[in-house]
Antibody
Framework: EVQLVESGGDLVKPGGSLRLSCGVA????????MSWVRQAPGKGLEWVGR??????????DYAAPVKGRFTISRDDSKNMLYLQMNGLKTEDTAVYYC???????WGQGTLVTVSS | DVVMTQSPLSLPVTLGQPASISCRSS???????????LSWFHQRPGQSPRRLIY???NRDSGVPDRFSGSGSGTDFTLKISRVEAEDVGVYYC?????????FGGGTKVEIK
């Protein structure tokens, strides 16, 4: 069974930093392209970015609102996906979901609140 | 960015009756490989989204066959042949042809 478990969400002040983690199980993580998707409270879904497998080049793509502030990384030895968020803004407040690249599998999400 | 426009925004339905949601893209979703990368998702209140359909018309494992998807290019449709109580929630379309991938704004399905 595929499992994606996010952690690390918290309340942080504007300008602050936070790192989200996603532990995965049930599939060969090293071969998987992975993504982060977020959902602001009461709003729709928004891509944050994706990371390809190392065998496919490991390319990382970001959505414009987070480019230059957020960094996606992976540790294939630990089956872990990460989202490092710097320079957080109030508009980054959202539930952040870890997903497989085609969005066929989702975690339960972790809430990031950016507020003073 | 490709804009995905869903209609209607809200869809009151009667149990056992059909329902249909439209999704239009601002650009053709035909990929260079010939596929249309259009997916549909369902999100119940308080839950993570769940993918129902990928590449226009392919149902994910465990998705009831009352759900079907169709379309090509810029116009796509999700149909529910007979709505059941568990189908309430918000439905999203998403294009995966052009980066950044983008979602429609959502259609809220509720029981009359």
């Amino acid at each position: 069974e595929v499992q994606l478990v996010e952690s690390g969400g918290d309340l942080v002040k504007p300008g602050g930093s936070l790192r989200l983690s996603c532990g995965v199980a049930g599939f060969t993580f090293s071969n998987a392209w992975m993504s982060w998707v977020r959902q602001a409270p009461g709003k729709g879904l928004e891509w944050v970015g994706r990371i390809k497998s190392k065998s496919d080049g490991g390319t990382i793509d970001y959505a414009a609102p987070v480019k230059g502030r957020f960094t996606i990384s992976r540790d294939d030895s630990k089956n872990m996906l990460y989202l490092q968020m710097n320079g957080l803004k109030t508009e980054d407040t959202a539930v952040y979901y870890c997903t497989t690249a085609g969005l066929g599998n989702w975690g339960q999400g972790t809430l990031v609140t950016v507020s003073s | 960015d490709v804009v995905m426009t869903q209609s209607p925004l809200s869809l009151p339905v009667t149990l056992g009756q059909p329902a249909s949601i439209s999704c239009r893209s601002s650009q053709s979703l035909v990929h260079s490989d010939g596929n249309n990368y259009l997916s549909w998702f369902h999100q119940r209140p308080g839950q993570s989204p769940r993918r129902l359909i990928y590449r226009v018309s392919n149902r994910d494992s465990g998705v009831p066959d009352r759900f079907s998807g169709s379309g090509s290019g810029t116009d796509f449709t999700l149909k529910i042949s007979r709505v059941e109580a568990e189908d309430v929630g918000v439905y999203y379309c998403m294009q995966g042809t052009h980066w950044p991938f983008t979602f429609g704004g959502g259609t809220k399905v509720e029981i009359k």
